[in-house]
Nanobody, 119 residues
Framework: QVQLVESGGGLVQPGGSLRLSCEAS????????MGWYRQAPGKQRELVAR?????????YYVDSVKGRFTISRDNAKNTMYLQMNSLKPEDTAVYYC???????????WGQGTQVTVSS
């Protein structure tokens, strides 16, 4: 099992930046997949960015954030990040950290952190 704690959300103006953090309660060195989802009011939760590790490391970004968001991980700190630049009002949502320990395991979720982009 793993517990996940997100931080870094807040209110930012359009064009601004935020960095979200997701700290895990155990080592993330061998975790199969880590990612960020978001859910805006009245919409379904969507995958924003993900890192999948195996023989190689694969990165995924939803089209709407490509070139603006960057997902990364610091194994020494057991922490995953989402650097968000050039934020837009449509990026407003609750952002959730997601982890799957193995390729056939269950998903674990953080509690979510609110990101609001508004002038």
């Amino acid at each position: 099992q793993v517990q996940l704690v997100e931080s870094g959300g807040g209110l930012v103006q359009p064009g601004g930046s935020l960095r979200l953090s997701c700290e895990a309660s155990r080592s993330i060195l061998s975790i199969y997949r880590m990612g960020w989802y978001r859910q805006a009011p009245g919409k379904q939760r969507e995958l924003v960015a993900r890192i999948t590790s195996g023989g190689s490391t694969y990165y995924y970004y939803v089209d709407s954030v490509k070139g603006r968001f960057t997902i990364s991980r610091d194994n020494a700190k057991n922490t995953m990040y989402l650097q968000m630049n050039s934020l837009k009002p449509e990026d407003t949502a609750v952002y959730y950290c997601n982890v799957r320990l193995t390729s056939v395991g269950v998903d674990y979720w953080g509690q979510g952190t609110q990101v609001t982009v508004s002038s």
